[in-house]
């Protein structure tokens, strides 16, 4: 079974908790410190090499104590551990590793992982979460079904990365044409939120998005963006939507002169 669970920071433990009577060198929290250093600089070195990528398992050879891991791509240095015995899969902790991942940042948006101070305790309610999953995992009768796994990553990608229809209609956002040159697009203008020094490159895995954003300026509609870019205004909104919710940017709707004015 899942006995710890660990998330770490920058090196640092943001989140940790043992949900067995047994004691390790995780559970134990005066070295917790100490050891979310380590297992932080382990991942870290091993990546250094092209060949080996990252740890995704470790084994101690004098216990049946295993470490599974799981790095977050899209938040730089942000890992996720679980300690397990040799009676558990690991392609169980694998899936419950992944699932709480997703769960971690639908809670918590993901400027306060970023801007995290290094108080553990402010994602204590986390507990809660981690003990349902541990559970579904642990009893045969209540794990997920294929369904589930697949339902949960779609509920993720729509509040993350689509805009609802509703909300399509209720603006109106629909494609001009020659007979609706004013179009709601030509209204909205992205203007970003982030400093000159601050580099998206680490939180952006996605090409267009990277181009999108490299190319606001505070001045460009979304329908000008579109043109330049040569792509739909519905996708510039969506990945501009995606954007403001990572809080990079933020839109404005502007009100456009006519000729007369």
């Known amino acids: 079974m899942i006995r710890d669970v660990l998330i770490i920071k920058d090196g640092l433990p943001m989140f940790s908790k043992n949900f067995t009577d ?3 060198f995780i559970s134990d929290q005066s070295n917790l410190i100490l050891v979310s250093g380590f297992l932080s600089a382990l991942n870290s070195f091993s990546e250094e090499f092209e060949d080996l990528g990252s740890i995704k398992e470790l084994k101690l050879s ?3 104590f295993r470490l599974a891991f799981l790095k977050d791509n899209s938040i730089p240095n942000l890992i996720y551990l679980a300690s397990f015995d040799e009676e558990t899969n690991s392609v169980n902790v694998e899936r419950f590793l992944k699932k709480m991942s997703h769960k971690f940042l639908k809670k918590y948006t993901i400027n306060k992982i970023v ?35 697949v339902n949960l990553f779609k509920e993720i990608q729509n509040n993350i990365e689509e ?3 509703k909300d399509l209609k209720m603006r109106n956002l629909s494609q001009p044409t ?16 982030i400093s000159e020094d601050f580099n998206p ?13 490299k190319n606001i300026d505070g001045r460009k509609s979304i329908y000008a963006l579109s043109k330049e870019l040569n792509l739909t205004e519905e996708k510039i909104y969506n990945i501009c939507k995606n954007l403001v919710k ?3 940017l933020r839109l ?3 009100q456009l002169l006519t000729k007369s004015e």
């Open 163 to 165: 805009i609802s229809e």
């Open 62 to 64: 004098q216990s049946n």
């Open 22 to 24: 047994r004691k390790n």
């Open 246 to 248: 990572l809080g990079f």
């Open 115 to 149: 801007d995290w101070d290094g108080r553990s305790e402010i994602f204590e309610s986390f507990t809660e979460t981690v003990k349902n999953y541990i559970e579904k995992e642990s009893d045969p009768n209540k794990q997920g079904s294929e369904d589930e796994i």
């Open 201 to 213: 490159e680490f939180y952006l895995t996605g090409d267009i998005s990277k181009k999108v954003l």
């Open 178 to 193: 020659e007979k609706n040159v004013d179009s709601i697009f030509q209204r909205i203008i992205p203007i970003s939120e």
């Open 252 to 254: 404005k709707e502007v």
